[in-house]
C-alpha cells in the first residue's frame, strides 16, 4: 500500500492504551477552553462544549491526518465576537455554517496549498495579536454592572476574584512541576471549585451569565430571514472564520507532520473542517479549528492515531449529558485564570528573542499584523495584508538582484550573461544593462543563470528586440527553459531562440 494511503488506514497498527488515555486528557483540556471560549463570545456555555464535541469527531474520523485536535477554538470564535455582539446568536450560526460551505469549496478545489504562502513574521504577528485579544478579554471579568452601567469591580469583590484568579494561575504554572500525569488546567478549576463550595465564598459563576441544560446537541436551522441583506451580514464574517480556520488548520496540520515526520493531506481537511462546521451549525455548536495546543497534548501522550480524537469527542459528550448541574457552577475566576494562561501560553515570546536577528521589514510586518489583529479582530485581513506586504517586499529585493556580465568574444559577439529572475519588478533594471547604441551587429543574452517569469519580462524581451531591430543588429537568447519559451510562443515575441542545453525547472507539487 503507498505511504499516502496508509497514513490514513484504520487497520494500522494501533497503541489502544496510548490512545485512549490521550484521548481522556485531551477532553480534559479541551473542557475548560471551550467554557471560556464560548463566555468569551458571549454565548452560552454549552454552545462550545457542543462545538468541541461535533469538531473532534469529525475531523478525527474524516481529518486530514491521525494526531490532529479540533475544537471550540479562539481564533474562530475571535472571529464571530462582534457578529454575536450585533445581529445575536442565531447570526453566529449562519456564518457558522457558510464558513463550513467556503471551506469544503477550498478542499474541493485544491487550494489547501496555498497556507505554505503565510510567512514566519506574518504568523508570528497574526499568533501574538490572538494572545493580545485572549487576554484583554479575561478583564471584562473584573467588571459588573452596577444601574445598567458597567462599572470595575472594587472592595471584597475585587480582592476575591482576584485572590481566585491567581490561585488559578499558580496551580496551572507549578503542578506540572511535579506531575504531568493530569492536565493542570483542569485540576487548577477543579481545585478553585472545591474552594469557593467548602468556604461559601460569594463570587460569579457560569450560572451568572447563562443557564446550562445538557443534552445531546439539538438539530437547529438558523432562524434567520434568508434575504440578500441577510448574506451581506453574514459572508464577511464567515470569510474571515473560514480563512482564519484554516490558517490555523493547515498550520498545525504542518506542525504534526514536522513532529511525526509523516505527511497529511491538506485538502482532506479542509473538507472535514467544513463539515464538522456545516454541522456546528445546524447543531448548536460554534464551530472551530484545529487547536495547537491540544494536538501537541496528543501527541506528547503518545497518540498516533485517529482513536484518541475520537475518545476525546465522546468524553466531551458524556460530559455534556451528564455534568451540565456541575458546569453551572463554575467559578469565573477560574476560567478567566486558565485562559490566562491559555494567552500566555499562545504568545509567541520567541518572537523577542530574534527579533534583533530579523530583517527590518519581517519586524515591521509582525507587528503590523498583530496591530490589525487586536485592533480590527480582524485575523485574516491581518494575516492578508501581511501576506501582500511580505510578497511586495520580497518582489523588490528580487528585483534588486539582477545583473549582466557583459563581454565580447572573439568572433566580435557581444555577450549579456543575466544573473536572477526577470519579473515585473525587475524589468526597469534589466533594460538598463544594454547598451544598443555601442553594441555590434550581433548580441547574445544568455538566460542560464536567470529566469523569464511573466508577461512583464515577455514585453521586456519583445521591445528588446524590437530596439535592436530597429539599429540593424541580431539578437539571440540562449538557455531558456520549455516554459520560458512557451510564454515566447504566446507571446508572438519575434525572436531567434537558441534551445541547445536550455535548462528545465521541476516543480515540487502537492
Known amino acids: 500500500m503507498p505511504n499516502a494511503l496508509r497514513l490514513f488506514d484504520f487497520s494500522q497498527k494501533i497503541n489502544y492504551k496510548n490512545e485512549i488515555l490521550a484521548g481522556l486528557t485531551v477532553a480534559m483540556t479541551m473542557m475548560p477552553e471551550s467554557l471560556s471560549f464560548a463566555i468569551l463570545a458571549g454565548l452560552p456555555p454549552l454552545v462550545g462544549l457542543y462545538a468541541a464535541f461535533i469538531m473532534g469527531l469529525v475531523t478525527s474520523v474524516f481529518g486530514g491526518r491521525p494526531g490532529l485536535v479540533s475544537g471550540g477554538a479562539g481564533a474562530t470564535v475571535v472571529v464571530l465576537i462582534a457578529l454575536m455582539k450585533t445581529n445575536g446568536i442565531e447570526y453566529v450560526f449562519a456564518a ?103 468556604f ?6 457560569v450560572r451568572d451569565i447563562a443557564v446550562v441544560s445538557g443534552g445531546f446537541p439539538p438539530f437547529h436551522i438558523p432562524k434567520i430571514p434568508f434575504t440578500w441583506a441577510t448574506l451581506q451580514i453574514v459572508f ?25 515526520a509523516t505527511r497529511g493531506n491538506s485538502n482532506r481537511e479542509c473538507v472535514a473542517q467544513g463539515t464538522a462546521n456545516i454541522l456546528n451549525g445546524f447543531f448548536y455548536g460554534m464551530g472551530g479549528c484545529p487547536m495547537i495546543a491540544q494536538t501537541l497534548v496528543n501527541l506528547s501522550a503518545g497518540a498516533r492515531a485517529r482513536l484518541s480524537g475520537i475518545i476525546a469527542a465522546l468524553t466531551i459528550l458524556l460530559i455534556i449529558l451528564f455534568g451540565a448541574p456541575v458546569i453551572e457552577r463554575v467559578p469565573l475566576a477560574a476560567l478567566t485564570g486558565v485562559m490566562i494562561m491559555v494567552a500566555v501560553g499562545t504568545f509567541e515570546w520567541v518572537s523577542f528573542k530574534i527579533i534583533n536577528k530579523m530583517p527590518r521589514h519581517d519586524v515591521f510586518v509582525g507587528i ?27 518582489a523588490w529585493e528580487s528585483a534588486k538582484r539582477i545583473r549582466a556580465r557583459k563581454y565580447i568574444d572573439s568572433n566580435g559577439i557581444k555577450h549579456y550573461e543575466i544573473y536572477g529572475p526577470l519579473f515585473f519588478g525587475s524589468v526597469t533594471a534589466f533594460n538598463e544593462k544594454f547598451e544598443i547604441a555601442d553594441d555590434p551587429k550581433e548580441v547574445i543574452v544568455d538566460f542560464k543563470d536567470s529566469r523569464i517569469a511573466d508577461m512583464s519580462a515577455i514585453e521586456a524581451l519583445n521591445k528588446l528586440t524590437e530596439r535592436y531591430h530597429k539599429a540593424g543588429k541580431k539578437l539571440h537568447l540562449k538557455h531558456l527553459s520549455n516554459d520560458c519559451r512557451l510564454l515566447l510562443k504566446n507571446a508572438d515575441a519575434v525572436i531567434e531562440v537558441n534551445v541547445i542545453e536550455d535548462p528545465t525547472y521541476p516543480v515540487a507539487t502537492e
Open 236 to 260: 464577511p464574517y464567515a470569510l474571515i472564520m473560514a480563512g482564519v480556520g484554516l490558517t490555523e488548520g493547515l498550520l498545525t496540520l504542518n506542525l504534526v507532520d514536522e513532529m511525526t
Open 368 to 394: 503590523l499584523v498583530a496591530v490589525i489583529t487586536v485592533w480590527l479582530h480582524n485575523l485574516a485581513l491581518a494575516v492578508l495584508i501581511g501576506v501582500i506586504i511580505s510578497a511586495l517586499v520580497f
Open 200 to 205: 461559601g465564598i460569594h463570587t460569579k459563576t
Open 96 to 198: 457558522v455554517v457558510l464558513a463550513g460551505i467556503i471551506q469544503i469549496l477550498v478542499g474541493l478545489f485544491k487550494l489547501g496549498k496555498f497556507i505554505r504562502l503565510v510567512p514566519q513574521p506574518v504568523m508570528y504577528g497574526f499568533v501574538n495579536g490572538l494572545a493580545v485579544i485572549i487576554f484583554m478579554a479575561q478583564l471584562e471579568q473584573f467588571k459588573m454592572i452596577v444601574n445598567g452601567q458597567t462599572a470595575w469591580l472594587t472592595g471584597q469583590p475585587l480582592l476575591i476574584m482576584a485572590g481566585l484568579v491567581a490561585l488559578t494561575i499558580a496551580i496551572v504554572v507549578l503542578l506540572p512541576r511535579f506531575t504531568k500525569a493530569v492536565p493542570p488546567s483542569l485540576v487548577a478549576i477543579i481545585v478553585v471549585f472545591l474552594v469557593v463550595l467548602g
